[in-house]
């Protein structure tokens, strides 16, 4: 008898775990929607460490004026 109970909690349980998934995913949806604009800063962020790396790992920028460099970085116009 105490079996048969044991299989029926289990199997009790086991019927949980859809609705239990639902409501999981439903929280972090909701989640995603509040942390979205976090999630765009974090990929600019990076996006613009990338672009300081390259450029600071470029040899060749020790040997430009620094004139060339600000036009290159739109800094200032053309001189």
């Not at 909701?30 to 600019?44: F, G, P, Q, S, T």
């Amino acid at each position: 008898m105490e079996c048969l109970e044991k299989l029926n909690f289990e199997f009790e349980c086991l019927r949980e775990i859809p609705l239990k998934s639902t409501i999981e995913v439903s929280r972090l949806q909701e989640l995603y929607v509040k942390c979205a604009k976090i999630y765009r800063w974090v990929l600019e962020r990076r996006a613009l460490i990338e672009k300081m790396i390259e450029f600071e790992s470029d040899p060749r920028r020790h040997f430009q004026s620094p004139f060339q460099l600000l036009e290159e970085e739109n800094l200032v116009g053309p001189i």
